[in-house]
């Protein structure tokens, strides 16, 4: 269940607590974007420096400047992801121009998983990832701290059961 606005915040009459999610995800995200296109900066350079001369081996500069604008809209990006557990459900919002907000009732939730891909585990970081009857309305949510991510699968399986025993 999806809407575009915070009005699924005004269910209990009170404005949700939102947890936002830690810097170690940009940090993480940050430092892939200055690996590949750091890389991919000095192969351009290196590549029309040697074969097109050193006046084309300026458009080695394209990819930095993509690093910076990256650089800026990651920060962006990572600012607008945040959460928030009500008595019902859990809403997760992120985007910057086009804004989501996604409520999951934990009724409605089938699986809560914890995931940590190698990159995510050198950080220290973990994902939860909420599966739901509808295939449409799975929801993740990324970068979380390991014990903060096992702690919220715990509460949303919880939840859940208690939620789906009453129907």
């Known amino acids: 269940m999806e809407t575009g606005s915070a009005a699924g915040a005004e269910t209990t009459g009170t404005e949700p607590e939102w947890t936002g999610l830690p810097p170690g995800l940009l940090r993480m995200r940050r430092l892939l974007l200055v690996v590949w296109l750091g890389l991919l900066a000095l192969a351009v350079g290196l590549l029309l420096g040697l074969f097109a001369g050193p006046v084309w081996a300026a458009f080695a500069l394209l990819p930095l400047a993509v ?21 019902d459900d859990l809403l997760i919002t992120r985007g910057v121009l086009w804004r989501e ?12 998983e914890v995931t940590s891909g190698p ?6 970081l973990a994902s939860v990832q909420l599966h739901t009857a509808a295939a449409a ?4 949510i990324p970068g979380l701290d390991p014990a903060e991510a096992e702690r919220l699968r715990d509460r949303l399986t919880e939840l859940g059961e208690a939620r789906s025993a009453g129907l």
């Open 137 to 140: 309305t799975d929801a993740t």
């Open 119 to 124: 990159v995510e585990r050198h950080f220290g």
């Open 67 to 87: 690093l910076a604008w990256g650089w800026v809209l990651l920060g962006r990006n990572w600012r607008s992801w945040r959460y928030a557990e009500r008595a």
């Open 101 to 112: 907000e996604t409520v999951v009732p934990y009724g409605r939730m089938q699986l809560v």
